[in-house]
């Protein structure tokens, strides 16, 4: 069975690197309180990614009777601290076991949609956020192309982390064998 995993083995962190990272002592010191890092960090996200995929669909044009101007400025705000939050939470769970989370299959790749969401977000914000602020309906094409790309960035890297939570099944179902299993 083809593991698609296999085809990122280039893009992975050095194990090196992440022995280096290695800290036991904070390991210990976060072991009480990792399912709360955890919670808040999948809260965090939740939150963000809500907001992101709101915002991306209506720079898309979806729901374009809400004012893109006041509705960026109720939402940017919360979309800041959520993303701080998640960012704060993802790395200290990083940090808690770096060789673990380091090596899963997918977790370069999450980092470079990461950082290409970001770069999206910054060039929009920097060069059409005011167009399409002012704006009446229908938006400018680059303020859907940036809603579109942040979609698909932020989709990837949700993706990518529920990849990396657990690997690929270690037995292939054949037809036979599901046929087997039903009767």
Same mark, same amino acid.
């Given at each position: ?37 955890? +919670? ?6 939740? &939150? ?15 729901? &374009? ?15 800041? &601290? ?26 370069? /790749?999450?980092? /470079? ?9 910054? +060039?929009?914000?920097?060069?059409? +956020?005011?167009?399409?602020?002012? &704006? ?48």
């Amino acid at each position: 069975m083809y593991d698609p995993s296999l085809a990122l083995a280039g893009f992975r962190i050095p194990s090196d690197i992440l022995v280096a990272l290695d800290n036991r002592p904070l390991h210990f010191a976060l072991q009480p309180y990792h399912f709360l890092i955890r +919670l808040l960090h999948v809260l965090s996200m939740a &939150a963000f990614f809500g907001g992101i995929g709101l915002l991306d669909l209506r720079l898309m044009g979806i729901r &374009a009777t809400v004012p893109l101007r006041s509705f960026t400025e109720h939402t940017l705000p919360w979309l800041y &601290a959520a993303f701080g939050v998640t960012v704060v939470t993802g790395a200290t769970l990083f940090l808690y076991d770096p060789v673990h989370a380091g090596s899963h299959a997918y977790f370069t /790749l999450k980092l /470079l949609f990461i950082l290409l969401g970001l770069l999206n977000a910054a +060039l929009f914000h920097r060069s059409g +956020l005011a167009a399409a602020l002012i &704006a009446a309906a229908p938006l400018p094409s680059g303020a859907k192309v940036a809603g579109a790309l942040s979609l698909a960035c932020w989709l990837v890297v949700m993706i990518t982390a529920s990849l990396n939570v657990e690997g690929p099944p270690k037995v292939l179902l054949t037809g036979s064998a599901n046929a087997a299993i039903v009767r």
